[in-house]
């Protein structure tokens, strides 16, 4: 008889916060951990992103650097678990941000918010479309033999529908599914790790761990100080990337019992665990990757570790392993996504807000899903090209970087404003206390330098002026991401701050539904 009483608490607490109880309240504090652990998922990023790591830096980019920017990612998400505690609602980031500033700090915030995740969203399920198209290669060689780069986009095409279509019709089983998707990251990265202890003739040795590449293209060799201030940081885009989403809890606090504890824990906690997983995962790739001339010759790819240290059958079960993680983890990604585009439509700010904002009877915001899955397809076209000689499209990193920066960003501001209001700020159940200070400027210094490190170019052919230079090497992450806050900015100095006072009541609204500010 207990759960009643924490639905009405949990009710009664959203709405101090000034919202109705509109969203399903189903999940446990188990599956608000789930989210973002699956989102998170090792099998995803620690695959996809791996070339850039090794590529930029090597080993010791992977070995050392995942547990170093682990230990930053996790004094972010401490941050972000204090104010979750204590404003646990959806569309949380852009929430505490307006409430802990002014108006416009909500609106940049949720702007860059719901930016990332469906750049999130389009890099998760477009690194799953290339695994599922490596997958079907091994089964069938006219497959194999076709033009990757439109079969990838088919795939990442499909693979967008589905999980819109499992969003939309499967509201009921969402909560189960990130359950049985954090037991097939446990136990699936536990397989792969199994199969690269036993299934290579040989390993290296620990000494290979600290080797350092540098196949960037930039300065000369693995040392200096282009390497090591340029080069190598660009590698911990693998761990910057990968580790990421965990906002995810916030978002889905709306429907889960004890939101104030549940997303608080859940939050740091998929960060704490996937940082330690991750790490043995990645470990395992390095002392399995003999043969690396092999891995070099393809760019870096994960997949080369594979086919180059195990039989085909065992290659083909790891692909497979990671494929199916990589599923899990953009569903997740879209439920994530939808909830912030309602939330954030709930209040005014998304041109086409009441489509958005709207639920249907079983409580699922459908048209926001929709929304964002058709968006995360547009902004990955550039994905069909790729440059002169190369089948793998830097458009991909782009986006990545795209999602890295405009979440990160979006973190930084309300953990800003809560360093800003001091001893003014009242925590829920779940508090930092004093150490509050130290961990909040870590974590805004962090996320400043990593901004930087990820408009810069990935290639020397993306600089302009450079002999080499393509546009599809070009890195548009800050075109992208310049562009978006720029036209956020005049639309707020234009208009949206006319109109936008931040999150609105919706608990004691006497008007409709429809009778809501006008946007723009």
């Not at 999980?163 to 097939?184: D, G």
């Not at 909830?339 to 409580?363: E, K």
């Not at 899955?373 to 990955?380: D, G, K």
Request: aromatic share 14%.
């Amino acid at each position: 008889m207990a759960q009643p009483s924490a639905l009405d608490d949990d009710a009664e607490r959203l709405a101090e916060l000034g919202y109705k109880q509109e969203l399903s309240r189903t999940w446990s504090g188990f599956s608000n951990f789930a989210i973002s652990f699956s989102i998170i998922s090792i099998l995803a990023g620690c695959f996809t992103t791996f070339g850039q790591a090794w590529n930029n830096g090597g080993p010791i980019a992977i070995s050392v650097g995942w547990p170093l920017i682990s230990v930053f990612i996790l004094i972010i998400g401490l941050c972000m678990s204090e104010l979750v505690s204590a404003y646990p609602t959806a569309g949380g980031i852009y929430w505490w941000a307006a409430k802990l500033g002014r108006p416009i700090h909500g609106w940049f915030t949720g702007w860059l918010n719901l930016i990332g995740l469906i750049a999130v969203t389009a890099s998760v399920d477009y690194g799953c479309a290339t695994f599922l198209n490596i997958t079907i290669g091994r089964f069938s060689e006219s497959w194999a033999q076709g033009d990757p780069l439109r079969q990838t986009f088919l795939l990442f095409a499909v693979v967008l529908v589905l999980h819109a279509l499992i969003n939309i019709y499967s509201h009921r089983l969402i909560s189960v599914l990130q359950n049985v998707s954090v037991w097939w990251h446990v136990v699936g990265a536990a397989v792969v790790v199994g199969i690269l202890i036993f299934g290579p003739s040989e390993h290296q040795s620990v000494g290979f761990l600290f080797e350092r590449f540098n196949n960037s293209g930039f300065g000369e060799g693995a040392s200096g100080p282009m390497f090591w201030l340029y080069v190598l940081p660009l590698g911990f885009l693998l761990t910057q990337y990968t580790i990421t989403g965990f906002d995810a809890c916030a978002h889905v606090s709306e429907e889960t019992h004890g939101a104030a504890m549940s997303a608080a824990k859940g939050l740091w906690r998929s960060i704490f665990y996937s940082a330690i997983g991750g790490w043995i995962l990645l470990l395992a790739f390095l002392f399995a990757a003999t043969d690396v001339a092999a891995v070099n010759e393809e760019a870096g790819f994960v997949g080369a570790i594979f086919t180059s240290s195990l039989t085909p059958a065992l290659a083909t079960v790891i692909f497979g392993i990671s494929t199916i993680g990589q599923f899990f983890c953009g569903m997740s990604c879209v439920t994530s996504m939808s909830r912030m585009t309602y939330a954030f439509s709930r209040d005014g700010a998304v041109p086409g807000w009441r489509l958005w904002s709207r639920v249907d009877r079983n409580r699922t915001p459908v048209n926001a899903i929709i929304a964002g899955c058709a968006v995360a397809l547009l902004i990955t076209l550039p994905a069909l090209y790729a440059p002169p000689g190369t089948t793998t499209p830097v458009a991909f990193l782009a986006v990545v970087s795209i999602a890295v920066i405009g979440l990160y960003l979006a973190f930084l501001i309300p953990i800003w404003l809560r360093l800003r209001m001091g001893d003014g700020f009242r925590p829920g159940p779940w508090t930092l206390g004093r150490r509050y200070r130290v961990f909040c400027w870590i974590a805004v210094i962090e996320i400043a330098v990593i901004s930087v490190y990820f408009v810069l170019p990935i290639s020397p052919a993306g600089v302009p002026g450079h002999p080499d230079f393509t546009w599809t090497s070009v890195n548009y992450a800050p075109i992208a991401v310049g562009a978006v806050l720029v036209a956020i900015g005049l639309w707020w100095r234009l208009t949206a701050r006319r109109w936008f006072a931040g999150p609105r009541r919706t608990i004691d609204e006497a008007a409709p539904a429809g009778e809501k500010p006008p946007v723009g």
